[in-house]
């Protein structure tokens, strides 16, 4: 195991000419006209990773411009802090379920993504839109047409084609097709399947010893 | 009518002291903004350039808190006296050869006992406040003040023995004779013990106990809010401006510099001046804070002797040479 | 002047001074609330009140499936929310008896010891600002920030992952997010070096940091410290090496140990491990073995006994449908698992009757059980220590107050 280095005794030279706080101001000094790392936020926008768990949205289908929800019950069985909720009638002619309320409470959900994950139609996403803070609790209650509305806003946002769109946790990066309900197995880049997975990075030979002790 | 030319000038004095001021506040943001690899007040005009004009009118406008249980008198008084012993530094500070509004003798002399005075503010607030993070801090500050007051007033005893005299524009004419042309390199000692005791004297990091965030809040000033908050972080930059004044008027050789600049009289001072509130600022970026004891003993015992053995060597070289 | 609505400043019980430090204080790191006795500026008594957080993890996850307590550990110690994760899922695999795959394993270390930079990075932060040296506060966020969108690229949340799955992750991990990793890990030495420029040497930050709450390896022992605070005092216990999981075994690295027993030992301990946590991923990029990331006995997210999950099985011809029985029960019984977090050890207590639900859960957090150190620690010090030393013990007031 190996044993912390204490601190090089400060000789006598280095304790007048106080040569370590002259080196500390250097690097300030340096940084000073360095460039800056920070962003300035509503001019500038950070750029969101695919599959960035923001507001929620119901997938509106293109065809019909419906919902796709088939009121599987799964999302509201499986969320952690129970925020959706649910009411469904059955069609007494096809037996099809016919969602009547779909509402999930924003301001409940942890945003853990397994409503989206369990989803065997992709009917619910956490979209990638992240600024939708409000001054009141009813705007970031969704009901079903809210929900919807938000598909389209990310949609308007992102510019992402709703034709080949998908989220990871629809489709699962490395996760094997066969387990996958039949909606589930969405075309995706040959990265995302378990045969085309990511290999590990050899390493050159001469760093992979020498970061060992790091810098010094 | 000397009365009525008196007060313009010390109008125009504190006037542009102040605005000098706000825009040390901006500076400071600025350079420890850059420093920490970001950009400091960027939205309020092109580059923040309006961010102190902003900041004075939310402050001036913030409803004013008296918490409950102070000692009004002197919570209402600590403020002022801070600011008013800081500005009145400024009377006995030439800021170009003649351009001064008290030319007295003992000019170094009456801007210590002013300096102390606005110890006071900060002791008082801290005891009127009625909150126990502002008794501490205001127990830093009378400790802090009192031994650093002596570190400083000895370390510029070497420059009076050179210069010999207490008038600060007789000061800097003597370092134009000097051989090195400036205090700083033949009282480097001196120099030294100075800006130390000079970042002590006005709370700056790392000596910035009384004020310490992390431990006490906001020391002093923790119970204050709006106006009375700005009188005190004013009176905080105006000591900045008056000890960097006074650094580069006895030591960096005022506004004597390599070359003449026309028109403008006091470029050099300038120069000087705006360098020494860097360096404050970059010290701010740099370093982390002293121990309350820790402090102490760097006073006593290092800063002390340090100004001592410079006196002495100081009287020793004088005497040999003449 | 009203003289009686003055109360006296100093509370007079003895001739000591009561100084309440929190549940708001800058310095506290949360909702950390010390009853401080003062004699000047001297501590004579200090006690720790916890509490403010408290949210009911424990009570919580008892009516939740597994897969549902775990984006809970997101919000214990939220600095490092992938290691609670990891913490959580190797528990609960220990008690259903699941193995996950080899790839799965090092992907989990990988974004352990991620975790641990930037746990470690935000440590460094604040235990520096606290110290008074500010800039290095920055400098630690320029590096943490790369690492959280390292992990918003790969599980679409910076902060609260929720990236494990009872028998594998999530997501399977990107080349692109491997280069970038690889470019982190190439540049973090450097970085490292950076932040030990500002202060390792500096005489200040020594002033403040040695000799500063010294605990001998007995005493650290008896109060129960884990990880680095107990390592400063060189007592060599890491659980990735004496009960290792997941990848560990398989990596090579060192524990870094202090002699001294002081903040600034405990401060050197952390640093060293930001080489070898660099180093683990390092290895773990170059080592990262093909495979699935989900293990076959993986239950699903909803977790319910009944069979459910009706599926067309490829190997049957089209239009045909296989459901494929959902085992009829859970492992019974109670397991203990305890996993190396950036913090110290973090165990997991489950009880199981044999639903999906643990009948009993409970969470062994370092934070607490650090937290009932600082009594030791600050007696006799000052104020300023007190900082210095909650600085150096690395406390989170989430997992601490659960």
Redesign the interface.
């Known amino acids: 195991m190996a044993q912390v280095t204490r601190f090089k005794q400060r000789g006598w030279i280095g304790t007048i000419l106080l040569l370590e706080i002259a080196k500390g101001m250097a690097l300030t000094l340096k940084k000073l006209f360095s460039r800056s790392v920070t962003r300035q936020y509503p001019v500038e926008r950070p750029s969101i990773a695919l599959g960035f768990r923001g507001q929620h949205a119901l997938v509106r289908n293109p065809d019909t411009g419906e919902s796709l929800c088939v009121a599987c019950m799964r999302c509201a069985t499986v969320c952690p802090s129970k925020c959706i909720h649910i009411t469904y009638h059955q069609d007494p002619e096809t037996r099809k379920r016919i969602v009547d309320t779909y509402e999930i409470e924003a301001l409940r959900c942890i945003y853990c993504g397994y409503c989206e994950e369990v989803c065997p139609v992709n009917a619910v996403v956490l979209t990638e839109v992240y600024e939708y803070a409000s001054y009141d609790r009813p705007s970031v209650y969704y009901d079903k047409d809210r929900l919807l509305s938000n598909w389209d806003r990310f949609l308007g946002e992102s510019g992402r084609d709703p034709k080949t769109y998908v989220n990871p946790f629809w489709r699962p990066r490395g996760a094997d097709e066969r387990t996958l309900p039949a909606k589930k197995r969405l075309p995706v880049p040959e990265e995302w399947t378990l045969e085309g997975q990511a290999k590990g990075i050899p390493l050159p030979v001469a760093a992979s010893h020498g970061s060992h002790g790091g810098a010094h | 009518m000397e009365f009525v030319t008196t007060l313009i000038i010390i109008l125009a004095v504190v006037a542009v002291v102040l605005l000098h001021v706000a825009y040390a506040t901006y500076f400071e943001r600025k350079v420890i903004g850059h420093m920490q690899v970001r950009m400091g007040p960027m939205r309020v005009g092109p580059h923040g350039l309006l961010q102190p004009i902003a900041d004075f009118v939310k402050l001036f406008f913030k409803e004013d808190v008296v918490p409950a249980g102070v000692d009004r008198p002197v919570f209402y008084a600590a403020p002022i006296i801070s600011l008013v012993a800081s500005l009145s530094s400024l009377a006995a500070v030439p800021f170009a050869r003649g351009l001064v509004i008290a030319d007295i003798n003992i000019g170094l002399l009456y801007i210590f006992a002013m300096s102390s005075v606005a110890s006071y503010g900060v002791v008082l607030a801290g005891w009127a406040s009625n909150s126990k993070y502002a008794f501490l801090g205001g127990l830093r500050s009378s400790a802090q003040v009192i031994s650093y007051e002596i570190a400083m007033g000895l370390s510029l005893v070497g420059v009076m023995m050179s210069a010999g005299s207490l008038n600060l524009t007789d000061i800097v004419e003597a370092q134009k004779a000097d051989f090195f042309g400036c205090y700083a390199i033949p009282q480097i000692l001196g120099f030294f013990v100075f800006v130390v005791a000079m970042l002590a004297e006005t709370n700056r990091t790392p000596f910035d106990l009384p004020e310490c965030e992390s431990e006490l809040v906001a020391g002093y000033f923790t119970e204050y809010s709006g106006f009375r908050f700005a009188l005190f972080m004013l009176a905080e930059y105006v000591g900045m401006v008056i000890m960097s004044t006074i650094a580069a008027l006895c030591f960096l050789g005022g506004w004597h510099g390599p070359f003449d600049v026309p028109y403008i009289p006091n470029f050099w001072l300038l120069i000087k001046i705006y360098f020494m509130i860097f360096f404050y600022f970059w010290i701010r970026a740099t370093l982390p804070r002293y121990r309350y004891d820790q402090l102490m003993r760097l006073g006593w015992k290092v800063l002390i002797p340090l100004a001592l053995a410079n006196i002495v060597v100081t009287g020793i070289v004088k005497t040999f040479i003449s | 002047?009203d003289t009686t609505?003055?109360?006296p400043?100093l509370e007079e019980e003895g001739e000591l001074?009561t100084?309440q430090m929190g549940p708001q204080?800058?310095?506290t790191h949360g909702v950390l609330k010390l009853d401080l006795e003062l004699d000047g500026?001297t501590v004579v008594r200090c006690r720790p009140v916890v509490g403010f957080l408290h949210r009911g993890v424990e009570k919580l996850a008892e009516n939740?499936t597994y897969?549902?307590?775990?984006?809970?550990t997101?919000?214990l110690d939220y600095i490092s929310a992938m290691a609670n994760n990891v913490g959580h899922t190797v528990a609960v695999e220990t008690l259903l008896g699941i193995e996950p795959p080899i790839?799965a394993k090092y992907i989990r270390t990988m974004v352990c010891e991620m975790s641990r930079i930037s746990s470690h990075l935000l440590w460094l932060a604040t235990h520096?600002?606290?110290?008074?040296?500010?800039?290095v506060?920055?400098?630690c966020f320029?590096e943490r920030?790369w690492i959280l969108?390292l992990f918003?690229?790969l599980?679409?949340?910076r902060l609260?992952t929720?990236y494990t799955r009872i028998g594998g992750v999530?997501?399977?991990?990107?080349?692109h997010?491997?280069?970038s990793l690889?470019r982190f890990?190439?540049e973090f030495?450097?970085k490292?070096?950076?932040y030990e420029?500002?202060?390792?040497?500096?005489?200040?930050?020594?002033?403040?940091t040695q000799g500063i709450g010294v605990l001998t390896a007995e005493e650290a022992v008896q109060l129960g410290l884990t990880g680095p605070s107990l390592r400063g005092s060189g007592v060599?216990y890491d659980i990735r090496k004496h009960r290792p999981y997941d990848a560990y075994p398989y990596l090579d690295f060192?524990?870094?140990?202090?002699?001294?027993g002081d903040v600034?030992?405990r401060y050197?301990?952390r640093?060293?491990e930001?080489?070898q946590s660099?180093?683990l991923i390092?290895?773990c990029?170059?080592?990262?073995?093909?495979g699935?990331?989900?293990s076959e006995d993986a239950p699903?997210?909803?977790m319910?006994p009944r069979p459910k999950c009706v599926?067309?099985?490829?190997s049957l011809s089209a239009g045909l449908i296989k459901i494929i029985e959902e085992r009829k029960h859970f492992m019974e019984g109670d397991v203990y698992v305890s996993t190396e977090v950036p913090k110290g050890e973090l165990g997991f207590y489950f009880v199981s009757d044999g639903r999906g639900i643990p009948m009993r859960m409970h969470i062994r957090s370092p934070s607490y059980i650090h937290i009932g150190s600082l009594p030791a620690l600050c007696e006799g010090g000052?104020?300023?220590?007190?900082?210095a030393n909650i600085g150096s013990l690395d406390v989170v007031l989430g997992e601490c107050d659960r």
């Open positions: 002047m609505r003055m109360k400043v001074f100084l204080h800058p310095a500026e939740m897969a549902q307590s775990m984006p809970l997101d919000r790839r520096a600002l606290d110290i008074g040296a500010m800039t506060f920055l400098y320029r920030e969108d918003e690229e599980c679409g949340a609260t929720s999530r997501q399977d991990v990107t080349g997010f491997l280069e690889l890990t190439d030495p450097e490292v070096h950076e420029t500002l202060i390792d040497t500096n005489r200040i930050w020594l002033d403040r060599d060192q524990v870094p140990l202090g002699t001294h600034y030992d050197r301990c640093m060293e930001f080489h660099n180093h390092r290895q990029i170059e080592k990262l073995p093909s699935p990331i989900l699903d997210l909803v319910d599926t067309a099985d490829a000052m104020i300023s220590d007190v900082i």
